[in-house]
């Protein structure tokens, strides 16, 4: 299961009615998926927090415990959450600081592997490019990354890679919370893509998407069989290089979007298969609420022998349809 920007809001930008509507959606929503469909492992592609990249140590601690509330799960199931840039800050909001706490609360694991299939979770953040010691200590960290996987094509015990812990022989799904490089969502369609006048907005490198340049790194380094991301808080289709297949997953809070939704994956070592699910639409869920309190706004309000003869017509109306 992949979500995405679940933004659970904080205590500065955050009122509590906004917070409490917001969460109490994404948490019926996630237990209801997780009751349902099962999923084995979850991934939630960053921006988990909206304010964790100011965030002072006490707001983070009740962010967090907010956070282990709403995503609940039960022992069996695993959680991986990769870093988003509200998580964390921009690349110069960021610091050494955030970036622990983060993996403190979260993980700091990079490459996990499944039943036969390895995942790589990336700090998109810190793929600047710029040779900052986060940045320098992620790549660093990608290229032993990439080392493993290409030794878990060879013949155990050839070449350099010696005798160790052997990974599956299987290409990885990349994971992050920005995209990697495209123009702009021009080329992006279904009822989750960005609305028509936004998807010709042309993408600022670094910000909306990863450059060109950490685009082509990961995509050397990784050879990726398939790429999913978040940040837009929209859906977008996307092939790299030689076709290599890129998913970006809407935001699964209804403060971003009308219709949040959510991504299930069944994996194995050499195939895929991907489904969308679509979650409640907001101002249809406002809708129906407001159309109960109207109706029982007429019940409270109309007198007692108005409401005793609407029942008995309606109760002689569904008499009248049994026994016909």
């Known amino acids: 299961m992949f979500l995405a920007d679940t933004h659970l809001l904080g205590e500065v930008q955050g009122h509590w009615l906004d917070r409490l509507r917001r969460e109490w959606q994404m948490e019926r929503a996630f237990q209801t998926a997780l009751w349902l469909l099962q999923p084995e492992v979850v991934f939630i592609l ?3 927090f909206d304010e964790g990249k100011w965030s002072s140590p006490q707001a983070w601690a009740d962010d967090v415990r907010r956070f282990q509330k709403v995503f609940r799960h039960p022992a069996h199931v695993q959680l991986k959450v990769v870093a988003g840039n509200h998580d964390i800050g921009f690349h110069y909001w960021m610091s050494s600081y955030k970036v622990k706490r983060f993996e403190k609360a979260f993980g700091s694991e990079r490459l996990f592997s499944w039943k036969g299939v390895n995942f790589v979770m990336v700090n998109s953040v810190a793929m600047e490019g710029d040779g900052c010691n986060i940045c320098a200590a992620a790549e660093a960290e990608l290229l032993e990354v990439s080392r493993r996987l290409n030794c878990s094509r060879e013949v155990p015990g050839s070449g350099l890679c ?6 599956p022989p299987s290409a990885p799904v990349l994971l992050q919370h920005y995209p990697l490089y495209r123009a702009s969502d021009a080329n992006c369609s279904g009822p989750d893509a960005a609305p028509p006048e936004e998807r010709t907005v042309p993408f600022r490198e670094r ?3 990863l450059s060109q340049e950490a685009s082509q790194k990961l995509l050397w380094w990784l050879q990726p069989r398939l790429v999913l991301s978040g940040h837009t808080h929209s859906a977008c289709e996307v092939l790299h290089g ?3 297949p890129e998913l970006s997953v809407p935001s699964f809070s209804w403060r971003n979007r009308n219709n949040p939704s959510f991504v299930m994956a069944s994996l194995t070592s050499q195939d895929f298969a991907l489904s ?3 979650l409640p639409r907001e101002d249809t869920v406002l809708a129906t609420y407001c159309g109960v309190a109207g109706l029982l706004a007429v019940l409270l309000l109309a007198p007692g022998e108005r409401l005793a003869s609407l029942f008995l017509s309606g109760w002689n109306t569904l008499r009248t349809h049994r026994a016909w």
């Open 162 to 167: 010696g005798v160790g812990q052997w990974l």
């Open 207 to 209: 910000y909306d998407a």
């Open 242 to 244: 030689v076709g290599t």
């Open 46 to 48: 960053g921006d988990i």
């Open 276 to 278: 969308k699910c679509f």
